[in-house]
């Protein structure tokens, strides 16, 4: 295999997420990665890829795994093939980068992450949003202790849609907790900073059809007592912040990439009270003024990254033996909590699936 020059990529799977979303995020990276080969069972997207990318193109996983030029094995096809999938191209002697979900079941991801320690093959999964810029400038602001102690934080991801694709079906991998649960809940497991102690969820369906879910609450206590709380909905009409973190000494939201902060200036030591047992005055409240801050800005991480982060970490991990950021432990543990959200709801994933 070599150990210079781009990677060579074989990409299995030309829908939403490899034709749609990697390959989108490699255009700028050709002097990292270089796409030498492509599969997918539907000709029309075999045709595309030879047209546009002037690669090679096979109809099947196992032929396109005999190829011997491909280096790195990028698998984007249906949720419901990853672990398999990525089975047979870790046997094949491939790095494998997978798309999440890991899996459809904890066991089958499990499985998965045992089968690559006993070959010393090397697995990655692609939680990208581990590199969104507002994530990761919010946790560099925790970080910095500007809210003091953070205690609780709210995730959400909300829109109101009738869908009706195969990501309503349970039987094909489908719903909310597959599709952007493992994102929010890699994100949750990031805030949480600690184990689990406490899981409660609810899922529902409410404007999609099938018989997934489409609208989830998920609330993690860690053992350090730190709440989050997670909603990823299709049914929510009107929107809440996509992050509200509370702490000691203040708090923030953030929708997109703009962020608001409010905090006591760190400048300005507050006097000491003492609570009082005796009848209080007429009025309501302390009377004090606290010095706060509130600024309103464009997230900006130190890191300078963006979701396409995650092809440089990968390549700085094989081509230069830079530490690759998500370990399979991380993502192990979010199908974890997916599984028992999913068996304690009703919605566990079908046998045979």
Not at 86 to 113: H, I, N, Q
Not at 161 to 186: A, E, K
Request: with cysteine; glycine share 10%; hydrophobic share 40%.
């Amino acid at each position: 295999m070599a150990s210079d020059g781009p990677i060579r990529i074989g990409m299995a799977g030309l829908g939403r997420a490899g034709w749609g979303m990697h390959r989108e995020e490699l255009r700028n990276k050709q002097d990292r990665f270089r796409i030498v080969a492509v599969c997918d069972p539907l000709p029309v997207r075999r045709e595309m890829a030879e047209r546009e990318l002037g690669c090679r193109t096979y109809t099947t996983l196992a032929e396109m795994l005999g190829d011997p030029e491909v280096e790195l094995v990028d698998i984007a096809s249906r949720s419901t093939e990853h672990c398999a999938h990525a089975s047979t191209a870790l046997r094949a002697g491939k790095v494998v980068f997978l798309e999440k979900p890991m899996g459809v079941r904890y066991e089958d991801a499990r499985k998965l992450y045992l089968l690559a320690q006993e070959l010393g093959g090397q697995l990655f999964v692609r939680q990208n949003r581990r590199f969104e810029p507002a994530f990761q400038h919010i946790r560099e602001m925790i970080a910095e202790g500007l809210l003091g102690d953070v205690f609780e934080v709210k995730l959400r991801r909300l829109s109101f849609q009738r869908r009706d694709d195969w990501q309503t079906l349970r039987g094909c991998g489908g719903g909310l907790l597959l599709n952007w649960g493992p994102h929010i809940v890699d994100h949750a497991l990031r805030f949480l900073d600690c184990p689990v102690a406490d899981q409660w969820s609810d899922l529902k369906r409410v404007a999609a059809v099938g018989d997934a879910e489409d609208h989830l609450k998920i609330i993690l206590r860690g053992e350090n007592g730190r709440v989050v709380d997670m909603e990823i909905s299709g049914g929510a009409a009107l929107l809440e912040p996509e992050y509200l973190i509370w702490g000691s000494r203040g708090a923030l939201t953030c929708t997109g990439e703009t962020i608001t902060v409010k905090y006591l200036d760190p400048e300005a030591p507050l006097p000491p009270r003492i609570a009082d047992s005796g009848t209080p005055k007429d009025e309501f409240g302390s009377g004090e003024e606290l010095p706060w801050i509130e600024r309103t800005f464009e997230a900006c991480p130190r890191s300078g990254c963006d979701m396409s982060s995650i092809w440089d970490a990968l390549y700085l991990h094989l081509r230069e033996g830079a530490p690759y950021p998500i370990t399979l432990e991380e993502s192990l543990e979010v199908m974890r909590v997916i599984e028992v959200a999913k068996e304690t709801t009703g919605f566990a994933t079908p046998p045979g699936v």
